[in-house]
T-cell receptor, first 117, second 111 residues
Framework: GAGVSQTPSNKVTEKGKYVELRCDPI?????LYWYRQSLGQGPEFLIY????????DSGLPNDRFFAVRPEGSVSTLKIQRTERGDSAVYLC???????????????FGPGTRLLVL | GENVEQHPSTLSVQEGDSAVIKCTYS??????FPWYKQELGKGPQLIID?????GEKKDQRIAVTLNKTAKHFSLHITETQPEDSAVYFC??????????FGQGTRLTINP
């Protein structure tokens, strides 16, 4: 079946602009995660959704970052007033979710490469 | 919070030899330990995982061992092939929660 998909694959923007990054999880997966990966580093957690609600948003660096998942499927990560330091690969992952077999197994998408000039 | 340390940062082995990557974690509540392979320009791909109720798991040329007492786990790749060249990440979590990743190991297989 289809894996996690993310759009766009690449995004170039100017400092101060607003960007939206989209994630389509694996069908039926109730849990969705956003991570950020800087060059040469491991992914760092941003936010985790169980269904429509954010179960853990402790990784969001500041209030310029916000994510939604209004219908419990597709999620959008929104970054306001982008800064050059926001440049990174933004990864989305999904998992079957709590209470299901192999609930914690996370499958990653290809990522969105964000460059802020 | 959880902290995961991964060693070595780079590893170069001859084709056909074995490769071992080691990770330690700090949170004794962690109970799920996946390993991911990441190729250039792609997202992390799950290659094997282990849960805290077992000490070892094997899948063809890949194996993972877990020592809960010492809080460390290792990835073993035998009979390495050129296509094994990639960056490998270990991670830890407490169930269906966020993953905390190690810093990564760049593995190079020399023909």
């Amino acid at each position: 079946g289809a894996g996690v998909s993310q759009t766009p694959s690449n995004k170039v923007t100017e400092k101060g602009k607003y960007v939206e990054l989209r994630c389509d999880p694996i069908s039926g997966h109730t849990a969705l995660y956003w991570y950020r990966q800087s060059l040469g580093q491991g992914p760092e957690f941003l936010i985790y959704f169980q269904g429509t609600g954010a179960a853990d948003d402790s990784g969001l660096p500041n209030d310029r970052f916000f994510a939604v998942r209004p219908e419990g499927s597709v999620s959008t990560l929104k970054i306001q007033r982008t800064e050059r330091g926001d440049s990174a690969v933004y990864l989305c992952a999904s998992s079957p979710g709590e209470g299901l077999a192999e609930a914690e197994t996370q499958y990653f998408g290809p990522g969105t490469r964000l460059l802020v000039l | 919070g959880e902290n995961v340390e991964q060693h070595p940062s780079t590893l170069s082995v001859q084709e056909g030899d074995s490769a071992v990557i080691k990770c330690t974690y700090s949170d004794s509540a962690s109970n799920y330990f996946p390993w991911y392979k990441q190729e250039l320009g792609k997202g992390p791909q799950l290659i094997i995982d282990i849960r805290s109720n077992v000490g070892e798991k094997k899948d063809q040329r890949i194996a993972v061992t877990l020592n809960k007492t010492a809080k460390h786990f290792s990835l073993h790749i035998t009979e390495t092939q050129p296509e094994d060249s990639a960056v490998y990440f270990c991670a830890a979590s407490t169930g269906a929660q966020k993953l905390v990743f190690g810093q990564g190991t760049r593995l190079t297989i020399n023909p």
